[in-house]
């Protein structure tokens, strides 16, 4: 099991807004960063929001984080079909003289 | 750009050690503010991240693989590396080495990866 809880799988229909949780504890989410990471089949994750709330250049604004206490989410305005991807969460978890810790992922299907 | 890259065995037999590279291009290794890290994905299955290393050579490892794993950087060739001790079917995946900032640690970029099969 992941350290940070993902739903396994997540849907929605074009020009929906669909939001991913990412749960976690007092070591990990609440005190640290979020950080959210997409991936297409074949190829390597890419860094999608950073900080919790800030988005890379280059990624675009439907894309949003945000942060509370323990747990996180990720929201996808405006879905598109290219938009069908993998979406990971990650955290550094402050315990065990620290590390990173990821969430399961979760597949993400625009019908 | 900063561009990463892996190279290593592709294959690798039971209890034996796996070992990758990473080679850093359009970037030094040597910069402050960026660790350089290994993270791994299991056919199928979630990201795993494994750790990272500072050019200092202070690293921060997976509790869970801390004693299997080594790392080591290279700041002359600009690369830096991974060993897995006695490697079981287990250990078979795609491995990634990444950038990772030094306080928030996002990692950003990934290299493309390298699939290990640990086979006899």
């Known amino acids: 099991q992941s350290v940070l809880t993902q739903p396994p799988s997540a849907s929605g229909t074009p020009g929906q807004r669909v939001t991913i949780s990412c749960s976690g504890s007092?070591?990990?989410?609440?005190?640290?960063?979020v950080h959210w990471y997409q991936q297409f089949p074949g190829t390597a994750p890419k860094l999608l929001i950073y900080?919790?709330?800030q988005r890379p250049s280059g990624v675009p604004d439907r894309f949003s984080g945000s942060k509370s206490g323990t747990s996180a989410s990720l929201a996808i305005s405006g879905l598109q079909s290219e938009d069908e991807a993998d979406y990971y969460c990650a955290a550094w978890d402050d315990t065990l003289n620290g590390h990173m810790v990821f969430g399961g992922g979760t597949k993400l299907t625009v019908l | 750009q900063l561009q990463l890259q892996e190279s290593g065995p592709g294959l690798v037999k039971p209890s034996e050690t796996l070992s990758l590279t990473c080679s850093v291009s359009g970037g030094s290794i040597s910069s402050s503010g960026y660790y350089w890290g290994w993270i791994r994905q299991t056919p199928g299955k979630g990201l795993e991240w494994m750790g990272i290393?500072?050019?200092?050579?202070?690293?921060y490892h997976n509790p869970s693989l801390k004693s299997r794993i080594s790392m080591s950087v290279d700041t002359s060739k600009n690369q830096f590396s991974l060993k897995v001790d006695s490697v079981t079917a287990a250990d078979t995946a795609v491995y990634y080495c990444?950038?990772?900032?030094?306080?928030?640690?996002?990692?950003?970029?990934w290299g493309q990866g390298a699939l290990v099969t640990v086979s006899s």
């Open positions: 990444a950038r990772h900032t030094e306080y928030e640690v996002w990692s950003d970029p």
């Open positions: 007092s070591s990990n989410i609440e005190r640290n960063y």
């Open positions: 900080n919790s709330d």
């Open positions: 290393i500072y050019y200092s050579g202070r690293t």
